[in-house]
């Protein structure tokens, strides 16, 4: 299409990549971890608690040596999709209409999250967890960084149906441009650590994932909470979560908060963070140290 070479469009990925991930990125990071440090109870999602300089540094180092590999990787297989015709990427809508165009974000949108859903659930199981994806959850308190931070397989295995879109069904090069920015935007919000004080669109507050980190087993979903809601694995207020609790998003309830055997309610992720505090509203976990891990 541009008449490039393969290096070319790697070479372009990766500079764009960096980019984005060190630059933009990397800016809102220092902003608050460094300039903004001491005001951290004003943005934190986790006050006064940060990863050790040897985490922060684990996390920078292998999460940016992760996005470095899917951007080349993205890259070599761009070229093949623009210059070798590989995949169904199209260029002009009227080839499948509008209708087709609007199902296929949803189509897209909807095989990413189920992928990522079930494979971060599975993952939870006690052997993958402790093989794989036990590197994820070092960082209990995430910063941007993590995004990426995790084993290289488990990294290959998301890139992967991040990817696939591009090749299952035929979309218009914009639309799934859009679903790959918009699913780096809510995965950069996601480990962030700062409060977004808005929420995102089918996903709630920014809180959710966070609190993946910092609960372990619960709240698997990426985008939305939906899938979570249908196989009941959303935190429950008044439940005891830790690294150890392998019980399927149900952690163990407290005795000390909930009758015996009860089931405490869904945590709400759906009020943004500024409604929140303008109403004075407290955040259950937030008042409750029995909650912490
Ligand atoms: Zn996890
Ligand atoms: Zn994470």
Partial sequence: MFGLEWWQYVLITLIGGNTFFLGIGGFIHYYHYHIKRDENESWKMQPNRFLSDRLSRHAAL??????????????????????????????????????????????????????????????????????????????????????????????????????????????????????????????????????????????????????????????????????DRIHDTVRREGHHYTEDTFTGGKGRVNKEMQAQNAIGPWVDYSTPFKQKDDGKKQDSSAKNPVLES
């Fill in 62 to 227: 292998l999460g940016t040596f992760n996005m470095n590999t899917a951007a080349g990787t993205f890259g070599f297989l761009g070229w093949g999709v623009l210059e070798q015709g590989w995949g169904q990427i199209y260029y002009d809508f009227s080839d499948y209409g509008y209708a087709w165009a609007a199902l296929s974000i949803f189509l897209a949108f909807f095989f990413i999250e189920a992928c990522a859903y079930y494979m971060h659930a599975a993952s939870h199981s006690p052997w993958l967890y402790k093989k794989i994806h036990k590197v994820h959850h070092y960082y209990s308190t995430p910063t941007y960084f993590t995004i990426s931070a995790m084993h290289p397989l488990e990294w290959v295995a998301h890139a992967s149906y991040i990817v696939a879109p591009a090749f299952l069904f035929p979309m218009h090069w914009s639309l799934y441009l859009f679903v790959m920015m918009t699913t780096f935007f809510y995965g950069f919000w996601d480990h962030s650590g700062i409060k977004l004080n808005i929420n995102l669109p089918f996903h709630g507050t920014n809180k959710f994932h966070d609190d993946h980190h910092k609960y372990f087993h619960v709240n698997y979903g990426f985008l939305t909470p939906y899938f």
